[in-house]
Every structure is written in structure tokens, then in C-alpha cells.
């Protein structure tokens, strides 16, 4: 979008804006910049996590030069980093601030987060009085080879001179009219929408009040706000003003930020306020009112359904009646260890049991420092904490199976990293044995190859496309072709630490050509090679750790793809499943205004961050495979909870042992957002009763 002129666009809706005229000289002004906070930032290494910092530049009206420079303070390990840092900048309206987000990174240089570009014309003026919100800018990449996501809240005004400041937003408001209808962004802009169009931004927190029927806020390529009216087709810088039919009344009516767009209603609906500022929906198709959003059915935002399986179900009944008892031992396993050294105390205590009934007996665990009484809260999160250390690639004994693919494999070198990996692959698969014996899930998820290993069945070719799609292209290709010209033989070149040594596939196999006649020969070696034999040591152990707790001939009545649920549960969270599997307590209900917050913000999250929280009151990321009401506690069955408890003082806290959040009635949805995020976050020991 060009440089837009003082006032704003007339005529028909168009996604560009006049371009000023003007080229007299202009008078410099102090600008003061508050960099609030980063919402959902990208994370760049694989502990999830990010140290950002901010970096300001001021540049010349041509763009070519910087007149200045600020950065913030960095801070540690978090997607969702709050600044709330002043800068006051001396500047003329034709300048451009380029706003950076950073990764610092000590060993090598620091990753880009993404970036704002913010044209200095038409900044509101501070005025006493006058009340200036902050904004919420979504983080740019630099290039399409960037990877960036989320948005940064930024506060920009001009000081006050006392005179008659220039601004961009005093001019007359105009009354709104009846009769009008909302539209949704994608139908109004049609097919004329291009990459160059304005990037709809929803309004971020503010005492604005709403925008009348018919009218949407956007944001320019340069971050400017402005305003369509989609029943005249027209656009303007100043925000409308008018009272809703049947809202001059409603108390305190909430406010979404862009950080928290959830799409479009499905055609048809309608979004409305009740007197005591709950929100429900209208389906005029239907003529129907009800409380649930209607986007809990679109799977793109609310998660996919749960597969449930009545075969899976049977399967899972009779694997847990024929679990072997422990006999003869006394009642309980009792794991005394430090989340500082978890993986070593766990490999300790575990590998030392020689009578394997001792690890079927009921755990007990004890975190050093930590008063617990575990009722089954602390198991979960032993068995989480464990599972991040066991298969981290930083160990050597699993690496990550491609650089775009984050499930994992046995690392063929495990040997060279680890004098005594093949011991710690057996107390591995101990320990994934006592999860399936104990109904606790892994943190982890492995490749494909990995399951069919653990059932005895063949590996195909198909079963390498989502782990290594080079091999799988050039093996897929010789299927399909006369291999005679490549010259191949029975051999393959393997890097070792930068080594390139040939392995034979068969005795001489580097003497034996690939020929169309035996070329599926070939490649069975070569995928028997990329998954088995390179790591059929560490694998027959991690079996004997697992075969040990649970009879290898009891897993056997699953499939692959049931293995892996067995174990590591679901992936992908349904918030929908989620929501109808809760229960509530105190005075909270299903259509408490607090309660319907709470929902909201679990549909505006990233599958990450709902499994974060969900692992903060339950102890685990993960879900049963048939779904949310199959959650266990301390004493059986237990469904997700939501409690009243507490003052807006208090964060949230969480009783893994019983799936419950005690959640305080706070004023807003902003301060139940911001307070359970810091909840989760900092959220690492337990204390009392779980």
C-alpha cells in the first residue's frame, strides 16, 4: 500500500491508499514508543523455548539510512516475553521505524522473530484526557524463506507540544445507519485480494466501543489502521461512532485481541452480547440461540475429532485383564529422585530392580524438595520429565528422523555417544513398558518403522515417506524404472561424522550391479539397512527392557498405528472433545462468563500451547486415544475440572492428581489469559497434595 495521504480514501473499497502530495518540509516531533510485550513468538531451538529481545531502528524518509538505534532487554526462555520498555524517538512524519525481534544466541549469530515496519504519519497525539491504546502488529518475515509467527503489542503517540498538534484521527465521526449487515473480510474482498492487500487485524483490547454493523478495521502493509464500510463500499481513517440496537446497555462488552482471532463465523451466524456480558450465537438459517461457538465444529481451529475405536477399545480391555499381576512383593515401587538429575536417578533405581514384578507394583514418587503425596499427579509428570531427557537427541541414543520432521529414531551411533547405550536402551524400554503397564503415556512420538520393529512386522517402502522422503523419491524411482544407467550396486555410502564409508548390502555387494531384474532386491536391502540392521542391538535391548514388564505377545494384538496410541496417545487435541468431557465446580457453569474466557482462549491457542496447559493440570501433554473421557486420577476415572476458587490476586493453580484447575473469577479475558499463561510457565514443582 503507498503512503497515504491525511485523509482517507473516498469512493468505492479499494486496498490502496492515495499517496501524499505534500513535499514541504517537516517539522521534527517527539515520538514516544512503548515495546509491550510478544504474543506466541517462534520457537528456534528444540527445547521449545526463545530468549528474545527487541531491536528499534530509525530510518531517513528514503529508507536508506539509520538516524537510530535501541534495543530492549533480552528475556530467558519464553515465547511470551513482556518487555513494557519506553523509547523516545526525535522524528519527522516521513521517517520509518523498523521494529526487529531476535533470538539471542551466545554461541552463534541471533535468529530472526520477525518484524514491523511502522510509518511515522498518522501516530495519534497524546492529549490529557485522551486515551491511547496499544496495538497488536503481526511479526513479518524478512523473506519467504523466514519462518515467523505472532504478533507484537506495541504502544506508539506523539508527545503533546500544548499547541494544535497535527493528527490523524480528530476529525468529525461520522453516525452510523440502520439496516446494516456485517460482512466477512474474505467476501468483501473477493477475488481482488492479493498478496499486496491490507492484513485484517482484529482491534486489540480497548475502551473503544464496538464498530457498528457493516463496518471491519484493517491494517495497510505499513501498519496503519483504517476503516471499510462494506454497505457504501467506502474507507476511512477515523473510526465510526453509534449505539447498537439492543447494546446501549450492556455492561463492560468484551474485547478480542488479535491474538485471539478465531476466523470467521460459519455463514449465517451471529455473534452477540448478553445485559450481563456473556457472549452467545444466532444461526439465522435456523432461527436458533445457543452458547457453544460454532467454530468448535471446524476442525482447523478447534482440533480433529477424536478417532474413536470400539475394535481399539476391546483390545485395550483385554491387554489390561491379561497384564500379569505382581506377586510376592510389597505394595508399592517407591522413585526417590531430582528433577535436576531424573534421567540418571530414574536409570539408577530402575536398572538396578532384578525382580521385574517390583516395576508392576503401584509407583510412588518423590521429588527431592518437593511435599507430594502422590495419588498419581506425580507418576504423570515423572514419566513426562523422563520422557524429554530419555529421547532427547542431545544423549545420543535418538535422533530426530529429518530436519523437518520432529518424530524420532534410534540413533545408529548411539555407541560411539554412550560406552553403555545398549544398558540404558533396556531401562528405556522398561520404562515404556511400566507406562503401558501403569495406563501413563510417553512424551515422545517415533517413527513409523519404530512400532512395525516392536510387533515383528516387515517395513515397506511406503513406510519411508514421512521419514526420509530423499530415499524414499530415489528408491521409488528405481521401482518404477530401469535402474541400468544409474550403475548402482549392492552397496551403500554411509556418513560417519563426516566419513563416507561404503557398507554391502549382501556379501561382494559392491561388485553386483542393480539390474532391472533384481532391483526390488535392492531395494528391500537398502530399507531392511535404513531401519534394522543399523540398529537391531539397541532394538532387541529396548524390547527385553519392555518384554520384561509387558508380554510382547500382548502388544501384538495392535496395529502400528494402536501402538503408538497406546503409548503416546493423541497428538492433535479436540477442543470440542475436550470441552464436552469438563466438569465444573464452585458456582462455575458451562455458560459462566469466566468459563466461556476460559474456552475461548483454549481455541486460540496452538496445539503446542493447549498441551502445555493441559500437561499443567493433568501432569501429561497428552490424551487417551479414545479422547478426554477416558482421563484417569487419582482414584479411577476422572474428568477434566474447572473450580472456583480464589481472589483475581491469585494466579491458578492445578491438582494433577485429580485433573482440576482452580481458576479465579477474574474482571477480564485478558487477565485470565495473561494469568494463566504466567501460570503455566512458571509453573515446575509441585507442592501439597497431587
Not at 111 to 137: C, M, Q, S, W
Not at 414 to 435: P, Q, T, W
Request: glycine residues 6%; negative net charge.
Amino acid at each position: 500500500m503507498a503512503e497515504a495521504a491525511e485523509s482517507p480514501p473516498n469512493g468505492n473499497v479499494d486496498d490502496s491508499v492515495p499517496e501524499a502530495n505534500s513535499q514541504e518540509e517537516e517539522p521534527s516531533r517527539l515520538l514516544r514508543l512503548k515495546i509491550k510485550a510478544g504474543h506466541n513468538l517462534a520457537k528456534k531451538d528444540i527445547f521449545g523455548a526463545s530468549d528474545p529481545y527487541v531491536r528499534v531502528d530509525l530510518f531517513s524518509s528514503d529508507k536508506d539510512t539509520v538516524i537510530d538505534t535501541f534495543c530492549t532487554r533480552t528475556k530467558k526462555r519464553t515465547l511470551n516475553p513482556v518487555w513494557d520498555e519506553e523509547f523516545i524517538f526525535q522524528v519527522k512524519p516521513s521517517q520509518t521505524l523498523k521494529i526487529e525481534v531476535f533470538d539471542e544466541n551466545r554461541l552463534t549469530r541471533d535468529d530472526f522473530l520477525g518484524l514491523v515496519e511502522l510509518p511515522l504519519r498518522n501516530i495519534p497525539t497524546e492529549r490529557p484526557g485522551r486515551t491511547i491504546n496499544a496495538k497488536y502488529y503481526i511479526l513479518r518475515p524478512r523473506s519467504n524463506k523466514s519462518r515467523v509467527k505472532g504478533h507484537l503489542e506495541i504502544y506508539h503517540a506523539y508527545t503533546s507540544t500544548g499547541a494544535s498538534d497535527e493528527d490523524d484521527d480528530t476529525t468529525s465521526q461520522q453516525e452510523t445507519e440502520a439496516g446494516w449487515e456485517m460482512v466477512n473480510a474474505e467476501e468483501s474482498a473477493g477475488a481482488e485480494d492479493s498478496a499486496a492487500s491490507p492484513v485484517t487485524v482484529p482491534t486489540p483490547p480497548s475502551n473503544h466501543s464496538p464498530l457498528p454493523p457493516g463496518w471491519e478495521e484493517r491494517q495497510d502493509a505499513n501498519g496503519r489502521t483504517y476503516y471499510v464500510n462494506h454497505a457504501a463500499r467506502t474507507t476511512q481513517w477515523e473510526r465510526p461512532t453509534g449505539i447498537l440496537p439492543n447494546q446501549s446497555n450492556v455492561p463492560n462488552r468484551p474485547r478480542f485481541s488479535s491474538v485471539d482471532d478465531l476466523g470467521p463465523l460459519p455463514e449465517g451466524w451471529e455473534e452477540r452480547f448478553h445485559t450481563d456480558g456473556r457472549i452467545f450465537f444466532i444461526d439465522h438459517n435456523s432461527r436458533i440461540t445457543q452458547w457453544e461457538d460454532p467454530r468448535l465444529n471446524n476442525p482447523n481451529i478447534a482440533g480433529p475429532a477424536v478417532p474413536y475405536s470400539r475394535d481399539y477399545k476391546r483390545k485395550y480391555e483385554y491387554l489390561k485383564a491379561k497384564l500379569p499381576k505382581p506377586a510376592n512383593v510389597s505394595g508399592k515401587f517407591e522413585l526417590k529422585v531430582s528433577r535436576a538429575n531424573i534421567l540418571e536417578d530414574c536409570y539408577r533405581i530402575i536398572s538396578a530392580v532384578t525382580r521385574v514384578d517390583i516395576l508392576r507394583t503401584k509407583l510412588w514418587v518423590e521429588f527431592d524438595g518437593e511435599e507430594v503425596l502422590d495419588y498419581g499427579g506425580a507418576s504423570r509428570e515423572l514419566f513426562f520429565l523422563l520422557s524429554k531427557e530419555m529421547f532427547n537427541p542431545y544423549y545420543g541414543l535418538f535422533e530426530y528422523s529429518a530436519v523437518d520432521n520432529y518424530t524420532l529414531q534410534i540413533n545408529p551411533n548411539s555407541g560411539v555417544c554412550n560406552e553403555d547405550h545398549l544398558s540404558y536402551f533396556k531401562f528405556i524400554g522398561r520404562v515404556a513398558g511400566m507406562a503401558v503397564y501403569h495406563g501413563k503415556l510417553l512424551d515422545s512420538f517415533f517413527i513409523r518403522p519404530f512400532y512395525k520393529m516392536m510387533l515383528g512386522k516387515p517395513i515397506s517402502l511406503k513406510d519411508m515417506e514421512s521419514v526420509d522422503s530423499e530415499y524414499y523419491n530415489s528408491l521409488l524411482w528405481i521401482m518404477e524404472n530401469d535402474p541400468a544407467d544409474l550403475d548402482l550396486r549392492f552397496s551403500i555410502d554411509e556418513d560417519l561424522f563426516g566419513q563416507m564409508q561404503q557398507r554391502d548390502l549382501k556379501p561382494n555387494g559392491s561388485e553386483i550391479p542393480v539390474t532391472q531384474e533384481n532391483k526390488m532386491e535392492y531395494i528391500n536391502l537398502v530399507i531392511q539397512w535404513r531401519f534394522v540392521s543399523r540398529v537391531e542391538p539397541q532394538m532387541n535391548a529396548f524390547l527385553e527392557g519392555f518384554g520384561e514388564v509387558v508380554p510382547m505377545h500382548l502388544i501384538k494384538l495392535f496395529d502400528e498405528n494402536e501402538l503408538e496410541l497406546l503409548m503416546c496417545g493423541i497428538g492433535k487435541i479436540d477442543v470440542k472433545d475436550w470441552k464436552q468431557n469438563t466438569v465444573y465446580k464452585g458456582s462455575y457453569h458451562a455458560n459462566h462468563i469466566v468459563i466461556q474466557w476460559f474456552w475461548r482462549m483454549v481455541m486460540s491457542f496452538s496445539n503446542e500451547m493447549r498441551a502445555r496447559l493441559l500437561q499443567f493440570v493433568t501432569g501429561t501433554s497428552r490424551v487417551p486415544m479414545n479422547g478426554f473421557k477416558e482421563l484417569y486420577g487419582s482414584n479411577g476415572p476422572q474428568l477434566f475440572t474447572i473450580e472456583k476458587w480464589g481472589t483475581t490476586d491469585n494466579l491458578p493453580r492445578s491438582h494433577t492428581c485429580f485433573n482440576r484447575l482452580d481458576l479465579p473469577p477474574y474482571d477480564s479475558y485478558q487477565e485470565l489469559r495473561d494469568r494463566l499463561i504466567k501460570a503455566i510457565e512458571g509453573s515446575e514443582t509441585f507442592g501439597g497434595v497431587d
